[in-house]
């Protein structure tokens, strides 16, 4: 979607941004590592990492759960989380201040913001054509709630930050947001949904949580000089627990694994761990590790391999 030449001429934003957060992490190798963008930061550039991360786990709870997931519904659940990360990223090139420290990934979006509107415009369309000839009948209830959800995390993104700022849960609200959005198919599928998916979908969606809370730790000098509201600027020692967080939700999944559910709770607690991980790469680029934290969530695609390799 992007030419790959633009690379080069990210360099210097790239440098620049270090420069503004104040961080001594720009690698000192040569200047030629620092012209490339890599492939891993790509795909958090042009926000294809939600929904590979979105599609793998529907894959992993519809396995588990013995749900037949169809090509439509995979793809729906594709385009629409791509669309809607697209359009929050968007929302935040119109909301954040370019004079102020801001991440790689949003004055990206914020130079080809007219690609981005119009990439946007066409998933949606094309998301709307699938859902309506192919999606079946009983799984458009839970998609509809899962959009509507989605609007108004973004109208309240857009309108004001007061909300956030009064109850500071934005990452608990993305990461729960998410995961229902993830897993929505497989529950319309299964109603009434068991104790075994319940518990599933909540280790799920703490993990989705966790991951955006590390995001929020990370970049908490950004949203303290854009004037943003997140967990981390609400309780900036949040950081130092991280860590122990992660540990802790990692054996929550591994000692309280539900009936059937193993696959879930070994990705859980794996995804976790790896968090805690990239959280101690503190010589990773800041851009890096914020695009490693969400690629470490495709823990099931190991369980995919797996699952090919076993047959």
């Not at 801001?102 to 914020?110: A, D, E, G, K, L």
């Not at 108004?152 to 934005?170: D, E």
Request: aromatic residues 12%; proline residues 5%; positive net charge.
């Amino acid at each position: 979607m992007i030419e790959t030449r633009a690379s080069k001429s990210f360099a210097k934003e790239r440098r620049h941004s270090f420069r503004q957060q104040g961080s001594p992490l720009l690698p000192r190798a040569s200047a030629k590592s620092a012209t490339r963008v890599s492939p891993l930061l790509w795909l958090n550039l042009v926000c294809l990492d939600a929904p590979l991360v979105a599609v793998s786990w529907q894959w992993l709870f519809a396995l588990t759960f013995h749900v037949e997931s169809s090509y439509a519904s995979r793809a729906a659940l594709f385009l629409t989380a791509w669309s809607i990360y697209l359009a929050d990223r968007i929302v935040d090139t119109f909301t954040l201040d370019p004079a102020r420290p801001t991440s790689f990934r949003h004055r990206f979006c914020r130079r080809y913001r007219r690609l981005f509107i119009f990439w946007l415009a066409f998933l949606v369309v094309s998301d709307a054509w699938l859902i309506w000839r192919h999606l079946e009948p009983r799984i458009l209830p839970a998609g509809a709630l899962v959009g509507g959800l989605a609007v108004l995390y973004l109208a309240v993104n857009f309108i004001s930050g007061t909300i956030w700022r009064a109850v500071p849960l934005k990452e608990l609200t993305i990461g729960f947001v998410f995961a229902f959005g993830t897993v929505a198919a497989v529950w319309a599928n299964t109603l009434p949904a068991g104790l075994s998916f319940i518990w599933a979908a909540l280790l799920f969606g703490t993990l989705c949580s966790f991951n955006c809370i590390c995001i929020a730790a990370w970049e908490r000098g950004i949203d303290e000089a854009q004037g943003k509201t997140s967990i981390a600027t609400r309780w900036p020692r949040i950081g130092r627990y991280v860590r122990v967080a992660g540990i802790l939700l990692a054996l929550l999944a591994f000692a309280a694994v539900a009936p059937g559910c193993l696959g879930i709770a070994l990705c859980v607690g794996a995804g976790a761990l790896l968090l805690v991980l990239v959280d101690g790469r503190r010589s990773l680029e800041p851009d890096a590790r914020t695009a490693l934290a969400d690629l470490v969530l495709l823990t099931p695609v190991l369980a995919m391999l797996w699952s090919l390799i076993s047959r």
